[in-house]
């Protein structure tokens, strides 16, 4: 047994991975369900480092160093199970599989719990970053056992990712599913983003009446400032893409409905369970189903909205850059969401997530990549127990200062007939989180006159009940 680590499943991301650890000096066994695969990386990049070609389990699992660190980047779901079943019985206490894949963390709990049993660590370990990402550097979000962490991590902060200060995109998120957990928010948070800055650019289209070039010079100023991301970096590169064959905008001739696979409307269905209120995320998820409602969408076409007003050139520049500031305040927001969600999961199921460290782990190699990234960091430094990134004085601060522009933005928008779904969730969950009083109130009265449910008073403790089809008087409850 020569190798250091192995990898099954060799499709793109399995294939990457398993070349970033061998051109970082590792000794990789490499094993495939259909061996043409694994043939197919040794003969194509053999000379990149040493692999060692696995035809069957047996041999891939013979080929390991104790203690086994076995990747698994096989397709989620069905596969890793099989693929589970498979190894298991040839494992021995100590060893490790680690599950690269997308995998919904209650999965990963199952499949944790089960390999516990046994004495096998089981990690399960969100990837970020795509093909391109596994290759170069990932961001690497491990759950799993700790003490997992002590050899595989050393490896994995290697291979990984490196923020502008040269720290590991890597660390141990926490136990059991917590990893793939984080990655499942990283995902919905990604949704969000995106959802945003489509929403800032159909802004300046059809309010500003900008043209895509122009917007894709829009974004590249705003990729020089606070904004500065990988997703704004892209966009400005899409934006100004023209189609060869027609000359148009690549943008418009693109069919207008958005896809997904999962991971959005997962952190979304997590959040319902949790009752947090993920708003912008859902937005996010809600927009790209309602994109994909072609027939509704053709039924709809004829229904009344606004007329166009042209802004003149001033007007239009002014309205940018009040763009800017409603797409950053609305970032904070899907953020401050976002990392909710990982702070309730830490109270359900038991996990010790450090949510800084989080925020340093998605500096560098995954989608959402950005400045603003080390901000958060820098906010639960300076106050651990932060309940939301709203109460950091920087973010309330720049919120402070934006606010104004963002209510215009959205007075536009409505103005004008442009959906901002994200936009306008992200207002209504600062304003709803800084009211004074809520509607909940009424909601409460509601509940109690229909199916006396009951109500706590202000101003002292205790359930009451109002006899509303009676005398109206107050019973304790
Ligand atoms: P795919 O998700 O397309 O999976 C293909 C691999 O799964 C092949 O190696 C295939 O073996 C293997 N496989 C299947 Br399908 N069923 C199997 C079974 N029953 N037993 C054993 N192996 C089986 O590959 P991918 O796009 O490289 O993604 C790998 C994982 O990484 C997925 O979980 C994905 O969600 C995750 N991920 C992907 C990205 C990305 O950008 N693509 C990013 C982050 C994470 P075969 O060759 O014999 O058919």
New binding site residues.
């Given amino acids: 047994s020569t190798a250091q680590i192995g990898v099954t499943?060799?499709?793109?991301?399995?294939r990457n991975l398993a070349r970033n650890f061998a051109r970082n000096g590792y000794t990789v066994a490499v094993h495939?369900?259909?061996p043409a695969?694994m043939h197919a990386l040794v003969e194509e990049f053999g000379g990149e480092g040493e692999f060692v070609a696995c035809e069957s389990a047996k041999d891939f699992v013979a080929a390991l160093e104790r203690p086994r660190r076995l990747v698994v980047?096989?397709?989620?779901g069905?596969?890793t199970d099989?693929?589970i079943q498979e190894f298991a019985p040839l494992l021995e206490p100590g060893d490790m599989i680690i599950d690269?894949?997308?995998a919904h963390f209650a999965d990963t709990r199952r499949r944790e719990r089960d390999l516990r049993e046994q004495g096998i660590h089981f990690v399960g370990m969100g990837?970020?970053g795509?093909?391109e990402g596994a290759l170069n550097g990932p961001s690497i979000m491990p759950g799993g056992p700790k003490e997992s962490y002590d050899s595989l991590g050393p490896m994995l902060e290697k291979i990984s990712a490196k923020a502008a200060d040269g720290s590991p995109c890597v660390s141990h998120v926490g136990p059991d599913g917590a990893g793939h957990f984080v990655k499942m928010v990283h995902n919905g948070i990604e949704y969000a983003d995106m959802q945003l800055i489509g929403e800032a650019y159909q802004l300046l289209r059809d309010v500003a009446g900008y043209s895509p070039a122009e917007i894709a010079e829009i974004f590249r100023t705003w990729n020089q400032g606070r904004l500065d991301s990988y997703l704004i970096e892209i966009t400005a590169e899409v934006l100004s893409h023209v189609d060869a064959e027609t000359g148009k905008p690549f943008v418009d001739v693109v069919v207008d409905q958005a896809e997904q696979k999962g991971t959005g409307r997962w952190t979304v269905q997590i959040a319902l369970d949790l009752g947090v209120p993920v708003s912008g995320i859902a937005e996010a998820v809600f927009a790209r189903s309602l994109s994909g409602h072609a027939a509704l969408r053709e039924a709809s076409r004829g229904l009344a909205g606004p007329k166009a007003k042209p802004l003149s050139e001033a007007e239009a520049r002014a309205f940018a850059d009040r763009v800017e500031q409603a797409l950053y305040a609305s970032k904070i927001v899907s953020y401050t969401q976002g990392f909710h969600e990982i702070d309730a999961a830490r109270g359900e199921y038991g996990w010790d997530i450090d949510l800084g460290a989080v925020s340093a782990l998605w500096r560098g190699g995954c989608i959402i990549r950005a400045a603003f990234l080390d901000r958060i960091r820098a906010a639960y430094d300076a106050r651990p127990d932060l309940p939301s990134l709203l109460s950091d004085t920087t973010f309330a601060q720049e919120i402070a200062d934006a606010q104004d522009d963002w209510r215009e933005v959205l007075v536009a928008a409505t103005r004008q007939g442009v959906p901002t779904p994200g936009f306008a969730a992200a207002l209504a969950y600062y304003d709803a989180l800084r009211a004074e009083r809520l509607p909940a109130a009424l909601t409460q009265g509601q509940r109690d006159y229909f199916g006396a449910h009951t109500y706590r008073r202000v101003d002292r403790d205790g359930s009451f009940h109002t006899l509303w089809g009676g005398d109206r008087s107050e019973t304790s409850a």
């Fill in positions: 499943g060799l499709a793109v991301m399995g495939n369900r259909t695969r980047m096989v397709k989620a069905e596969p099989a693929v690269g894949g997308n990837v970020s795509g093909e």
